[in-house]
Structures are given as structure tokens and as C-alpha cells.
């Protein structure tokens, strides 16, 4: 089945560790998203690609960064995580735009300790 | 400012019996889609049901259906012969621009067996 994976699916790390996150997709898509959940909260949108192209939000703050080698793969590094970095990190495709499904995948739940 | 808002965190529901979650929204835009999302406890997010605002007929999924009120900003969802499958987080979305979503806060809908 076409999907898109995180691994892993729990990560802990300690404070100031970089740490990374990874998502693969089987679907093809051009469009790819990570975004961070915290407890009972909306995903709050990070950063996405569109192809090579990417878009950081404007308030992501600097400590995220993302590579996308290639369409199926893409990566979050979070270089000195902090105790608020803590929460569930999903990662998001869609064909094109956001006028079609955003397909999800389980997340990583990032514990810092 | 495009905003959405649902007033509701938590809702209970009998299993069988149908509840309806509300979804408000601000936008000056004619043409848009909506949409409702669901997250089940340490699963995916997947889509439930997308309305395009131009479309004046309500969208129904199985036993998913809204009730789109395009003059009142209001997108509500039906969940009909409600099932213990169906507790989870209940996300409503507005696309702003081309690649994002505007999410609203979450209802937090229990299945009572």
C-alpha cells in the first residue's frame, strides 16, 4: 500500500542533542510537510517542499531545519533541542496543493530529556 | 485574517446515536474548500469529508456528513450510528493560500459503548 512512513516512531534525546527525523513517502508526491502537534493541540505547520523548493514558516524558529534529497525522502534535524521542542512531529504529502488530501503519516513522538 | 474556530473540545456520544461537531470560519474568499480530519489515539490523521464552497449540496462520506452553511461561515459534521472506531480528534481545515492549512483547535469526540 502507497504511505507515508516516519521512523522512528519514538525518539528521546537529551537537551542541546541534535537529533533527526525522517519520513519517506511511496505515493509520489510532489508536496511534502512536517509539522509539530503538541498535547491536544493543532499541528502547527513548520515547513513544507514543493519539489526541491522549500518553504520555512515565518515562525519556525531556526533550531528546525529540513533536507529532501529526493521526492520520496525528507528530514527534520532539530540542532539543539530544547524542552519545548517536545511533542509529536507528523510529516504530511499531498499531490499538489492543499485543495486535494494531505496524506499523513503515524509521526515521531520526540521526548527531550 | 482567515481563522477557524471550533468552540467544542470534547464531546461524548452514545454508540449508535449521532452527534454533530461545529466547525466556524472567517474567510473573505468565494471560492474554497473545507475540510474535516480525523486522529485517532497514536494513529494517522486521515481525511473524513472535503466541501467545495461552490458546491451548494452538503458532502457526505457513509455515515460522515456536513452541514455547510457557506452565508454563516459554519461547516459542521455529522456523525451518524456513531461506532467505538469513531472516538478521536476531529480537526477542521481551511486552506490558506496554496500549500496550507489553517487547523482549527480540535474536538475530542468519546464513544460511550
Known amino acids: 500500500d502507497a504511505m507515508v512512513i516516519q521512523n522512528p516512531r519514538y525518539q528521546v534525546t537529551q537537551f542541546g542533542k541534535p537529533v533527526t527525523l525522517s519520513c519517506s513517502q511511496t505515493l509520489n508526491h510532489n508536496v511534502m510537510y512536517w509539522y509539530q502537534q503538541k498535547s491536544s493541540q493543532a499541528p502547527k505547520l513548520l515547513f513544507h517542499y514543493y519539489d526541491k523548493d522549500f518553504n520555512n514558516e515565518a515562525d519556525t524558529p531556526d533550531n528546525f531545519q529540513s533536507r529532501r534529497p529526493n521526492t520520496s525522502f525528507c528530514f527534520l534535524d532539530i540542532r539543539s533541542p530544547g524542552l519545548g521542542d517536545a511533542a509529536m512531529y507528523l510529516c504530511a504529502t499531498s499531490r499538489d496543493q492543499v485543495l486535494v488530501t494531505q496524506y499523513f503519516g503515524p509521526g515521531t513522538r520526540l521526548t527531550v530529556l | 485574517a482567515q481563522t477557524v474556530t471550533q468552540s467544542q473540545p470534547e464531546m461524548s456520544v452514545q454508540e449508535a446515536e449521532t452527534v454533530t461537531l461545529s466547525c466556524t470560519y472567517d474567510t473573505s474568499e468565494s471560492d474554497y474548500y473545507l475540510f474535516w480530519y480525523k486522529q485517532p489515539p497514536s494513529r494517522q490523521m486521515i481525511l473524513v469529508i472535503r466541501?467545495?464552497?461552490?458546491?451548494?449540496q452538503n458532502a457526505t462520506e457513509n455515515r460522515f456528513s456536513v452541514n455547510f452553511q457557506k452565508a454563516a461561515k459554519s461547516f459542521s459534521l455529522k456523525i451518524s450510528d456513531s461506532q467505538l472506531g469513531d472516538a478521536a480528534m476531529y480537526f477542521c481545515a481551511y486552506p490558506s493560500g496554496t500549500y496550507k492549512y489553517i487547523f482549527g483547535t480540535g474536538t475530542r469526540l468519546k464513544v460511550l459503548a
Open positions: 466541501q467545495e464552497a461552490y458546491k451548494q
